[in-house]
């Protein structure tokens, strides 16, 4: 009969303790787990990432719903356990659920420490733990008033960084002299100061919270020199004390965590601990290396094996703060028996320092530049002797023995027992060998198969290096496309940090994200001016040397030099007064061609440049505008007659695409974007290979999207059928919106959407009526600033340049 | 024998943008930099003929309309996988005002 296996707590420490049992023991324990958040297990480390607006949560779950279902496990979701009962052998949580266990594993984690000062349960005084934390400071953070952070420290430091990003005005209250004072050395904090400062995040040194002041909320923070700091947001990121009051009342030993052996196994021998509420050989854990290093043991003693134990080793800091690079391990206090080595370079802001005992590294300190960690870090671990490279050891791995600095050298030279990946303990060799054995050839694969730089990601570069040297020129590291040869970055990261860093025009683009070009080039900057004119339709004042030249003349450039000219037809419908004005002017200007286009309107091809303001003037006084059929944004919306005329007819499906086009024309979007609406399943308006679509039927509309008709052909997809055609619109116009803040530059919808995938799609427009109406206001409002006739601007003298010459070279003149 | 002819000033053309003079041998097409620099170029992409000066000016070259051929503003050589030439026509820029050497051309034109 299967053992019961109980876990209390669902954070990292025991989601990996169990991956290691289900591969060492599947089906041994019919496992249960009460989570007291409400969710699946997530990566906690990246909750930096998230506040910042670098991730979102989507992208840091570990074990998604699916995960659990795969293993049979029950998960009981935001149950708090509130008693053990070791005579019975049962677990109770606060909605009342009892279950009986075999083994019970201990995960409850830390608790925030808040300074016992008045005021400390005023709203607007969070911890930062978790991710309602996270939201909470989210939704703080949308008044882009000032906050204080209590806490210099790692999370202190990345949740003032974090706010700061989202806006806030941001104060660091921290009471010893130097920042993250346990994990540097006063001369590195004082450069780390500097860089955080330099975020325009002010930093209080020897400030000591008296209490936080606030009636009814928070309102600011008093020190204890009596000065106040003015903040409706106050976020304690002091410290973690161990989570062990459950276990504390169970009867278990405890000290500062629940106490285990080596086994993880605590006084009880059928329960056990893993993670921040444990304490095994006097000492209690805050990183995720140790962590993982107990989930290990404990799945090894529920498995039966008894060789694997839990050894304590130094764990590397890191700070999440993009941009700031710093790296500490070991024992860094001065000595008498103690030398150390110091690089400085203050233009730099490089300081690096390496202590030594008996010509061995005990201690590094990397600030600015921190590539060597690594090696410093298996130097100390091997405690080899380094008075042979005495005189270059500071310099870095690329200094030795003749390798060059060459970076994928120095990943080369690395031992196979080397550590890649601090958080989870994987070194270079079984990263080697398993890409081999496997046949891996994606940064995801080897993420899943060896841990490497799964947790915190900040090895990411290593592992690549490997899979470059293992994998030759088939690897291209490129996991993630960037734009252009301007950047390394994708098309997703640029758009998530133009919005988390508030970036609002090209040149801030190009500094904040480091463009390698002085001003980029024709792919970017036309990606770029997209991205601002959706993000920021109110404040971004459109680059037009940045569009590409149909959408800067608005008008098609053909082969020979000359545009051609489509003006709107609503839906198709015209009439005998615009088709006399469109005759007019073809012969007016001796315009060579004319043509019915595919998007049920008319092409004037073959007008010379110059004439263009004065044929849209002619077109403008019968009552047309752009048809933006040179742009990407919305062009056409083909329909079919409907019950105005149609015998089959079932809506008015004529009446709806006017509705549609007049309500959306104007809009940008990430490619072009067609629309059609039939009146019936015959489907006459060729509604089920557009971009969106509408299928009128009795019942009311069917709303359809992501087709394609070009060098794809594919179907649309079902969104989904709603009632009435106010309905019908705001799900258009929330999807439409949706693919305007996701898509990338040139993706048409069908692609977006099988990278975002369906069923998430449907589930925020149609599923989800805030999602949809926030969508679909988000659109309404950009459009403020969209729906002005580009045509209409430029007959009034809009960017004359563009249309006539500089100067005319005339024979005499030139004959002189 | 230069013969240098004024075409206007600097601030006829946006920056990273260009305009076109026209002569009797065929269009020019004068560009402006993100940093001031000034030059000129046949406005005649040697690929298809595509107007240059209808191009994104993005550093010291432009990318052709009609098939995105980059070319260098300095050399008019075509810069990446392309081959081709455009020809340059000297410029000059004194207190704002822009003029181009057309007299070799013309004079070869006679």
């Known amino acids: ?816 | 024998m230069m013969n240098w002819l004024d075409i206007g000033t600097i601030d006829d053309i946006p920056q990273r943008g260009a305009r076109c003079v026209k002569t009797p041998q065929g269009k020019i097409g004068i560009f402006r930099t993100h940093d001031d620099r000034i030059y000129a170029i046949d406005d005649h992409c040697p690929h298809k003929g595509g107007p240059l000066t209808q191009g994104i000016v993005h550093g010291a070259a432009v990318t052709c309309p009609l098939h995105n051929w980059v070319f260098s503003l300095e050399t008019g050589k075509a810069l990446g996988a392309d081959e081709g030439t455009v020809r340059t026509i000297p410029v000059r820029v004194t207190d704002g005002r822009i003029s181009i050497a057309l007299g070799e051309m013309l004079l070869a034109a006679e």
């Open chain 1, 1 to 816: 009969m299967t053992e019961k296996l109980v876990i209390v707590g669902n954070g990292m420490a025991p989601g990996r303790m169990l991956e290691h049992l289900l591969e060492a023991a599947p089906g041994r324990y019919q496992i249960t787990i009460f989570n007291a958040e409400p969710r699946v297990n997530y990566d906690r480390i990246m909750l930096s990432p998230v506040l910042s607006g670098e991730k979102e949560y989507e992208e840091i779950v570990i074990h998604g719903d699916g995960w659990y279902i795969k293993h049979g496990i029950t998960l009981y979701k935001g149950h708090k356990v509130v008693a053990i009962d070791r005579h019975a052998r049962t677990v109770t949580s606060g909605h009342g659920v009892t279950e009986s266990y075999d083994k019970l594993v201990i995960a409850t984690g830390s608790v925030p420490f808040i300074i016992p000062v008045p005021g400390k349960d005023l709203p607007g005084v969070l911890s930062y733990r978790d991710l309602d934390d996270v939201s909470a400071m989210l939704v703080a953070a949308q008044s882009r008033d000032r906050a204080v952070v209590i806490g210099g420290g790692l999370l202190g430091l990345e949740a003032a960084a974090g706010l700061k990003e989202r806006g806030m005005d941001v104060t660091v209250l921290h009471v010893m002299p130097t920042l993250m004072e346990r994990q540097l050395d006063p001369a590195a904090g004082y450069l780390l100061q500097k860089a955080v400062e330099a975020r325009g995040i002010k930093v209080r040194t020897k400030a000591n919270t008296r209490q936080i002041l606030g009636d009814g909320k928070v309102e600011g923070v008093e020190l204890d020199t009596g000065e106040i700091i003015p903040a409706t947001l106050v976020v304690m990121a002091v410290g973690i004390r161990p989570n062990i009051g459950l276990a504390r009342e169970a009867g278990l030993e405890v000290n500062r965590g629940i106490v285990t052996d080596d086994r993880m196994v605590t006084s009880d021998p059928d329960i056990l601990s893993v993670g921040e509420c444990t304490e095994v050989d006097g000492r209690v854990y805050g990183l995720v290396a140790p962590l993982y290093e107990m989930a290990k043991a404990a799945a090894a003693h529920l498995s039966g094996s008894e060789n694997r134990r839990f050894i304590h080793s130094d764990t590397p800091t890191k700070l999440k703060v993009t941009g700031i690079d710093l790296y500490s391990i070991g024992d860094f206090a001065d000595g008498e028996d103690r030398e150390e080595i110091i690089l400085r370079d203050a233009s730099a802001g490089i300081y690096k320092r390496v202590i030594l005992q008996e010509n061995r590294i005990i201690g590094t300190v990397l600030f600015g530049e921190t590539g060597d960690g690594a090696w410093f870090n298996e130097l100390k671990k091997k405690a080899t002797d380094i008075s042979e490279m005495r005189d270059t050891l500071i310099f870095g791995q690329a200094f030795q023995g003749g390798v060059s600095a060459d970076p994928l050298a120095a990943v080369a030279a690395l031992a196979d027992d080397a550590e890649i990946c601090g958080c989870n303990g994987v070194c270079k060799g079984t990263i080697v060998s398993t890409i081999n054995q496997k046949g891996l050839t994606t940064l995801e694969d080897v993420r899943a198969h060896t841990k490497a730089s799964a947790s915190c990601g900040t090895c990411t570069g290593l592992v690549e290096k490997i899979m470059t040297l293992t994998l030759g020129d088939s690897y291209n590291p490129a996991a993630i496309q960037p734009m252009c040869s301007c950047t390394e970055l994708g098309h997703d990261e640029v758009r998530r940090l133009v919005k988390a860093k508030a970036l609002k025009t090209i040149p801030a683009v190009m500094q904040e994200l480091e463009w390698k070009t002085s001003c980029g080039c024709a792919k970017c900057r036309p990606a770029l001016n997209y991205y601002l004119v959706a993000d920021w339709p109110d404040e971004y004042a459109d680059d037009y040397q940045s569009r590409f030249i149909n959408e800067r003349v608005h008008a098609n450039i053909q082969k020979d030099g000359t545009y051609s000219v489509v003006p709107r037809m609503w839906g198709g419908v015209t009439s005998s007064k615009e088709l006399r004005a469109i005759a007019d002017v073809v012969d007016k200007f001796a315009i060579p061609t004319v043509k019915v286009t595919g998007g049920q309107r008319i092409d004037m091809l073959g007008i010379r440049k110059e004439d263009l303001p004065a044929v849209w003037a002619d077109l403008g006084e019968a009552g047309f505008v752009s048809g933006h059929a040179y742009a990407k944004g919305l062009r056409t919306v083909k329909t079919c007659v409907g019950t105005d005329w149609c015998r089959f007819g079932t809506q008015d499906s004529t009446g709806l695409g006017i509705r549609i086009e007049k309500f959306m024309w104007g809009s940008w979007t990430p490619a072009k974007l067609k629309m059609a609406v039939s009146g019936c399943p015959r489907n006459c308006a060729e509604a089920t290979c557009k971009d969106i679509g509408v299928i009128c039927v009795d019942s009311g509309f069917e709303i359809h999207f992501a087709g394609a008709a070009g060098v794809d052909i594919k179907g649309t997809e079902v969104l989904g059928l709603v009632r009435t055609e106010d309905e019908a619109l705001e799900a258009i116009v929330a999807l439409t919106q949706m693919y305007r803040e996701q898509g990338r530059y040139l993706e048409r919808i069908y692609k977006w959407a099988r990278r975002i995938g369906l069923d998430e799609i449907r589930r925020q427009v149609m599923g989800d009526p805030d999602k949809r109406k926030a969508y679909y206001d988000r659109f309404v409002f950009s459009q403020k600033f969209a729906q002005v006739d580009p045509w209409a601007e430029r007959v009034s003298g809009k960017d004359k340049h563009e249309f006539r010459p500089m100067a005319i070279a005339a024979m005499q003149e030139a004959a002189e």
